[in-house]
């Protein structure tokens, strides 16, 4: 009698610890998940902070992250009824509109553009902003794209702050 109590405390023993083992084994999965997921967040900023699965880009002129879809979308010359926003150019102007920021589609570079005075075009080196029906960007003496000049509301900051 005494031989069958032993066997079954020690079954139950190793019941208990097999469902520590178990238990453990779980937590442990459950960090790495945490971790990949951390990970993937981390990856997917840019050396300045901007999440770019959100849209956000780092600007030059605002010295923040921005939403360049909420900027003036010009379309490429070769394609005026564009569809595709990432072969899009975007503008946007800083304050006093002085400055023009353009963000040139497959780069994360941007071009920083500036006018002289109110009605003259914003330039920078062989770059060319000009205020007609709209607006027309060109490169040297090739017009490269252009857009009606609709204007979104610019939005900064990041969304992981939200």
Do not use: H
């Not at 030059?60 to 564009?82: F, W």
């Not at 946007?92 to 002289?116: G, H, K, V, W, Y």
């Not at 109110?118 to 490169?139: F, H, N, R, S």
């Amino acid at each position: 009698m005494k031989i069958n109590k032993i066997l079954f405390l020690l079954g139950v023993v190793l019941l208990q610890s097999c469902q520590f083992i178990l238990q453990d084994n779980n937590s442990e999965d459950n960090n790495d998940s945490k971790t990949n997921t951390n990970t993937s967040v981390v990856k997917d900023k840019d050396e300045n902070g901007c999440l770019a699965s959100a849209g956000y880009i780092w600007s030059k002129m605002n010295k923040d992250c921005v939403k360049i879809y909420s900027g003036i979308q010009l379309n490429p010359v070769s394609n005026p009824e564009n569809e595709d926003e990432t072969k899009s150019a975007f503008v946007m102007f800083s304050e006093d509109s002085n400055q023009a920021e353009i963000f040139l589609p497959d780069t994360t570079e941007t071009i920083i553009l500036r006018r002289q005075s109110e009605g003259k075009p914003w330039t920078k080196d062989d770059w060319q902003l000009i205020p007609w029906k709209g607006y027309v960007l060109k490169k040297a003496e090739e017009t490269k794209f252009s857009g009606d000049g609709e204007l979104g509301k610019k939005v900064t900051g990041s969304d992981n702050e939200q």
